[in-house]
């Protein structure tokens, strides 16, 4: 179930390191990606790689403020840095925003299952993402982009509450006009009256017209917890089955490394077992969607 | 085979506190037993299975994970001196052969193994249970057992360093009182293990609904006890303290049966009910972990039915469950 | 590692358990296993009782204002500077110049050392305690009626009940192990009755739920005795044998039909007669109450008709029938045991009766005592606020976010000319302060606390004190030694003890090493005497247990149009009053985060308001903003908010109405305006 380079990610950086004590990385540069979201490039010491894989997340560690599981939102493929989408939402990520280029923040990880490349690769991809979710999955993008020749048709649908909550919107941009990739996006609610000319309405409403090659797509869905079970349906809908589609779940984890308990699914430990499921693996498990 | 008089205990172990940090069943003053060290109280082997978790050696309520001073986070020394720890029942050390399991799976946690590698496990068995009853021989999981025959303590080694122990006691014994306890050691049924087991059985099929946990919801104050005493529980929560110069951040037991565990920082709760969460504390130990890892982590120690001031410990619960919907 | 017996520091069940320690560092708690209360189980905040113990906030040396803000200071100069200007001030303004307020959170023997200070060494009988916000009005009633002001029965006794009437309790909320015993009472076959128009977790329990408007309690009770007589169902030997007045009680009630109440309650006039006959059917019926009887400016007319109604009925002296008011702080019992009140010394003997007076003067080895009954908590606060009195001392308590009325509670403690906060953080209110004198927590010092059924037990030294703290006791025996007055030098609370068993009955066998396991239950007037589990046997402390009638009074404020809403306040399951221990508990904290609002799923709809929105709640005295939670727990046209946090103060909003027997505040009723921000 484990992908192979994940655990050889395990030894890395982590080796003969205490458990649960960070390491230092070095802020490179920090930039706001929406009002309440910033995007902090950071390097590991000494030039050494975080040695991650798409899907991937870190435990950010701010000493007083304690630990908060980020996804990695760069792809190992521009391995000279890597970077963190964060939101504001509580005390630890209030005080990372407070943080500038050449400040460090304590990390420890990679942690978590990645997406399993290998079987994506060949196939046609779906990347669906919401919200926050963008940032995950930002990571497999880039991944594609680098790796193009590896992948088949690659669409990316995005969906955010709003213009201003859009992430990565330069991303979107050049992924949208990139002959690489067939981008979408959508936002639940435009000011009456603004500039934006895009899709209005949720994420389902650019599955429909979609056209897929069921036997040859994967689906992959990163979003807020309220947006799966509509997303799926609309998939299978469309003839993908549970084989064909990966989630990545997001759960309130406090170690990182499937001891503490706090992002358990029933058997399944998110922050190990995931935070990357195939769907068949966890749909019938209760509490997961 | 070697064995104990009742009057040279205190002698044992206070010879073996010159080598270990002891940590053994004392009474304390109000009449609770507990695990101590031998300025707790008198010792108290007897007595059966101790109402506080017997794992809280190796991982106590509250701990510290480091401490970082000027932001840096020095190399924590390792204790100067094994544990010795004496008075674990035979589900005592399943229980604690389960976590020990836990710990090690998958990213090893290194503060657990801290205290916990070199430590030194002594049982207790025999006729030292409740009233004299039988505690049933561990026969394993253990460095030495000792072994109550309603007169001395015999002395059972498994491993070098419980031998080594037994070698520096002088007075030997035949082995005749030590077969008779194995014979009716495997003759002792827990009438709660055909239950948590049926119980298993019927979580796994799905057939418990969940109004019957809307119930149990109903009847939870959240104490959180029984998690508290749970031997087999893990789930902790951090915290950071600021102090000047220092920070330390601590980790300490928590609970699931807490709205707050699994509370997201969007408000998002995967176990935002009542209902959902008496499920969880149940289904965890017998549908849960057998999956994972292949055995209910319910050892039937009976801590949780004790502690709890409502009466819905995971052995009363699994009764309510059996007798409706088996 | 070291394990040290205590008592829990929260409410007043009194649960005992063990402080671990390993190296000075408190590293969790086991409960007690042989405790008659707790018999091994805690709730969640007992669980986490050490918690906060070694928070970084904790306060480690004296503070004093220098230019306008508290900066470190020795002892000696705190101490100094302390006695100093109190006296100042009593020499400028008169010995009532100044107010101690002593603390429900401290032992008893602190309780009774403030006392001695306030009366023995400053003359004054300014001295009161947060009793006065929440039992007050229990004292008085069940004083009047049966003679003392406390459970009349065990915890233990619970068992016993054939109906539990529980009136105004959140019981598993807020005195959770007495709630399990209920809960378990039930399962065997008890009947339960609760009236509260919140939903709590008893209600789910209950054969009846009466969900009657708040204040109305009056109206309900009335009408409930209106029943059990016109039906018969009234006890008459209890009455001829064991009471009076009831001739004049009887006629009183006439008027009170439950068709009367039932417009004022809400309730269905018939749920009012099942109540009625439930009740009176019991053979031993047991009366449950605690703030929502309590907190009202009718308070004491709400206890009357609790007391009344076990009267009516003979439910009184045997162990499944009694009054049990459930008094809230750990040691709030012990706190008015010892005369921390402002009319009487040690065990309610009166200040103004000069026999007393002599007795205490003698023993304290004065000239003279106060003879004339001081303020009352609630009093002080608006005798500083009109700047009629200059000086305060508070030990461990933080009125500014306790009291009612917020704005006018500020406004109270900085018009002081001197503020003394003694206590184990920088409380709201300490930030105020002149001088701020940091002191030992329950874990780091001995004493005494009583429990809600009487029991005195004790509370033992876990650890030492962070930094230059000292115990309260230690405190208050230097403020002493330094205003002049050598009678306070002990060698520890255990002969503090001796001096109080010496001057109060109730106390008089009660000493450190009778105490060594589980405590004693006062009455235990004698070195040999076991204790007193049970009240009122054969005839009640007062003699015939006496009827008092009561009428119905509306609350001070009712919703209009204005204010729609009628506000009530109280607490969680996981915090502890204004949150300076369990707001440092991460646990604790991390259920509950900051304020909230309770409404009615109907309201909401009304409102425009959803789960999480945060709304601008604002009553005539003030405005806060708080977290939206669209729940059934609460009736439509009634709002809940907790008042533990200071961000969202719930007593900004409250009414500072009096109870004009009592001066207990009307916490459990006013008026509110909500609108949503966002």
């Given amino acids: 179930m484990h992908d192979v380079l994940n655990s050889a990610a395990m030894g890395k950086l982590s080796a003969g390191r205490p458990l649960y004590v960070p390491f230092e990385c070095i802020i490179v540069s920090v930039s706001d990606l929406t009002p309440n979201e910033k995007l902090f490039r950071l390097q590991v010491p000494e030039g050494k790689a975080l040695g991650h894989l798409p899907g991937q997340f870190v435990q950010v560690s701010l000493l007083g403020w304690g630990e908060a599981p980020i996804s990695i939102a760069s792809s190992p493929t521009r391995s000279d840095y890597f970077e963190l989408g964060v939101r504001r939402a509580g005390s630890l990520t209030g005080a990372l925003h407070q943080r500038v280029a050449g400040d460090t923040i304590g990390i420890r990880g990679p942690y978590g299952r990645s997406f399993e490349l290998d079987r994506l690769r060949g196939r046609d991809l779906l990347l669906i993402s919401g919200g926050c979710g963008l940032a995950p999955m930002r990571s497999l993008i880039q991944y594609c982009e680098d790796r193009r020749a590896e992948f088949g048709r690659v669409t990316i649908l995005y969906g955010a509450k709003s213009i201003e909550d859009t992430l990565f919107k330069q991303d979107l941009n050049a992924w949208e006009t990139s002959a690489h990739f067939a981008c979408s996006r959508t936002v639940d609610r435009a000011q009456a009256g603004g500039c934006y000319g895009g899709n209005v309405g949720q994420i389902t409403s650019l599955i429909p017209p979609l056209t897929i090659d069921c036997a040859q797509t994967v689906a992959v869905i990163v979003g807020p917890p309220v947006m799966y079970r509509f997303v799926i349906a609309e998939l299978k809908k469309k003839g993908l089955t549970s084989v064909q589609i990966v989630v990545s779940l997001e759960r309130q984890m406090r170690c990182g490394v499937g001891k503490c308990g706090h992002c358990s699914i029933e058997h399944l430990s998110c922050c190990q077992d995931g935070p990357v499921f195939w769907l068949h693996e966890i749909e019938h498990l209760r509490g997961a969607l | 085979m070697k064995f104990l008089s009742a009057e040279r205990i205190a002698d044992f172990f206070a010879a073996l506190a010159t080598s270990f940090e002891l940590r053994l069943p004392v009474m304390l003053p109000d009449g609770t037993r507990s695990i101590g060290t031998l300025e707790d109280g008198p010792i108290a082997l007897q007595g059966g299975a101790l109402d506080s978790k017997p794992t809280a050696v190796f991982f106590p309520q509250q701990e510290v994970v480091f401490t970082a001073r000027d ?30 399991r836990f710990f090690a799976g998958g990213w090893r946690d290194d503060l657990y193994f801290r205290q916990r590698e070199n430590a030194v496990i002594v049982a207790v068995s025999g006729y030292c249970g409740a009233g004299g009853s039988l505690l049933p021989l561990a026969a394993g999981n253990c460095d030495l057992e000792l072994v109550w025959d309603g007169s001395c303590w015999l002395v059972v080694p498994y491993s070098e360093s419980g031998g080594s122990i037994a070698d520096s006691i002088a007075d030997s ?16 049924i827990d009438e709660g293990d055909a239950i948590i087991r049926r119980a298993s059985e019927l979580l796994r099929a799905n057939r418990v609904p969940d109004s019957f946990w809307e119930e149990i919801g109903d009847r939870c104050i959240a104490c959180t006890g029984c998690n508290l005493v749970c031997p087999t529980c893990t789930c902790f929560g951090v915290q950071d303290w600021r102090y000047r110069n220092v920070v330390e951040r601590s980790r300490m037991w928590d609970s699931c049966q807490l ?14 009910s009542e209902a959902l969460r008496s499920r969880r504390r149940i289904h965890h130990k017998l549908a849960a972990d057998p999956e994972r890892w292949g055995e209910i982590s319910c050892y039937l120690c009976g801590r949780c039915d004790a502690v709890c001031p409502t009466g819905i410990g995971i052995v009363a619960v699994s009764q309510e469950l059996v007798a409706r919907f088996e | 590692m070291k394990k040290t017996l205590t008592v829990c520091p929260y409410c007043g069940t009194g649960c005992a358990l063990y402080l671990v320690s390993d190296g000075g560092r408190l590293i969790g708690v086991e409960p007690s296993v042989t405790h008659p209360v707790s018999r091994g189980g805690l709730c969640v905040k007992g669980w986490n009782a050490f918690a906060f113990v070694q928070h970084p906030d904790r306060l480690t040396t004296p503070l004093i204002r220098r230019n306008g803000e508290l900066m470190p200071a020795s002892w000696n100069e705190a101490l100094g500077l302390v006695v100093e200007r109190l006296q100042s001030i009593q020499q400028r303004y008169g010995h009532d110049s100044v107010m101690f307020c002593s603390s429900a959170k401290a032992t008893n023997e602190e309780n009774y050392l403030l006392m001695k200070l306030a009366r023995g060494v400053f003359f004054t009988n300014n001295i009161d305690h947060c009793a006065r916000l929440c039992h007050s009005s229990t004292v008085f009633g069940l004083a009047e009626t049966l003679g003392s002001g406390a459970m009349t029965n065990s915890i233990a006794c619970f068992d016993q009940a054939d109906l539990i009437f529980v009136i105004g309790s959140n019981t598993t909320e807020q005195h959770p192990l007495i709630g399990t015993r209920i809960l378990n009472a039930v399962r065997s076959g008890t009947k339960l009755i609760v009236a509260d128009n919140r939903r709590i977790r008893l209600a789910r ?65 018939g749920e009012i007669v099942v ?15 605690s703030m929502g009887i309590t907190q009202h400016s009718h308070g004491v007319d709400n206890v009357r008709c609790c007391a009344a109604l076990a009267l009516l009925t003979g439910n009184l002296g045997r162990p499944g029938a009694g009054v049990n008011p459930l008094r809230g702080q750990n040691n709030v019992q012990g706190g008015c045991d010892m005369g921390a009140l402002p009319d009487v010394f040690s065990c309610y003997q009166p200040v103004a009766d000069p026999g007393m007076r002599q007795k205490f003067a003698r023993a304290w080895g004065v000239a003279d005592l106060p003879g004339s009954p001081g303020l009352a908590l609630t009093h002080a606060m608006d005798a500083a606020a009109a700047g009629e009195l200059q000086g305060m001392f508070i030990m461990g308590e933080n009125p500014l976010l306790s009291d009612p009325d917020q704005a006018h509670a500020r406004q109270a403690l900085q018009n002081l000319e001197l503020l003394v906060v003694q206590d184990i953080f920088l409380t709201e209110t300490a930030v105020l302060a002149d001088v701020v004198l940091p002191a030992a927590c329950y874990a780091e010092k001995e004493g005494t606390f009583t429990n809600t059924e009487r029991r005195v037990q004790r509370l033992r030294k876990a650890l030492e004190p962070p930094g230059e703290a000292l115990a309260d006791w230690e405190i208050i025996c ?21 001096e109080i068993a010496a001057l109060t009955s109730s106390y008089g066998g009660i000493s450190f090493e009778r105490l060594d396991q589980h405590g004693l239950q006062w009455p235990c007037p004698d070195a040999k005497h ?26 001070h404020e009712t919703a209009d149009d204005d204010y729609p809403f009628v506000l009530t306040t109280g607490r969680t399951y996981f915090h502890w009053h204004t949150g300076t221990m369990t707001r440092r508990s991460h646990l604790l904290d991390r259920e ?72 207990i505040p009307e916490f459990k009723v006013c008026a509110v305006r909500i609108r949503r921000i966002v």
């Avoid at chain 3, 009455?239 to 004049?248: K, L």
């Avoid at chain 3, 109540?275 to 109450?289: D, G, S, T, Y």
């Avoid at chain 3, 076991?530 to 009240?535: A, I, R, S, Y």
Wanted: with cysteine.
């Fill in chain 2, 71 to 100: 932001g840096e986070v020095p190399d924590t020394p390792l204790p100067a001196r094994p544990l010795l720890v004496v008075g674990l029942t035979r589900c005592d050390l399943d229980c604690l052969r389960f976590i020990d």
């Fill in chain 2, 173 to 188: 014994t035949g082995s005749g009182a030590l077969q008779r306890i194995r014979t009716e050691s495997l003759f002792h």
């Fill in chain 2, 259 to 272: 709205a707050g565990f699994m509370r997201e920082a969007s408000g998002h709760n995967p176990m935002g």
């Fill in chain 3, 205 to 269: 329990h209950a054969d009846l739920h009466l969900r009657h408007k708040n204040g109305s309690d009056v109206a309900l009770l009335n009408a409930m005795m209106h029943v059990i007589i016109t039906e018969g169902r009234m006890n008459r030997p209890f009455i001829e044998n064991r009471t009076e007045n009831y001739a004049a009680f009887a006629e009183n009630l006439r008027e009170w039909t439950p068709e009367r109440a039932a417009a004022i309650t809400g309730l269905e006039a």
């Fill in chain 3, 275 to 289: 109540a009625a006959r439930l009740f009176a059917e019991a053979k031993n019926a047991m009366i449950v109450f």
């Fill in chain 3, 478 to 498: 230097a403020l002493a030694e330094r205003a002049g007055y050598g009678g306070m030098r002990y060698s520890g609370p255990a002969q503090v003890m001796e």
């Fill in chain 3, 530 to 555: 076991p204790g007193t589990p049970v009240l009122h046997v054969d005839h009640c402390t007062r003699g015939p247990g006496r009827f008092s009638p009561a009428d119905y009074r509306p609350p």
């Fill in chain 3, 592 to 663: 509950e985060r900051s304020a909230f609002i309770e409404i009615n799923p109907e309201d909401a709809g009304r409102l425009g308001v959803r789960e999480n929105d945060i709304v601008l709640v604002a009553s005539r005295r003030g405005e806060i903003r708080v977290a939206v939670r669209v729940t059934g727990m609460v009736i439509p046209g009634v709002v809940f908010i907790p008042f533990h946090f200071a961000e969202g103060a719930a007593n900004a909003l409250t009414n500072n109405v009096l109870d004009p027997e009592s001066s």
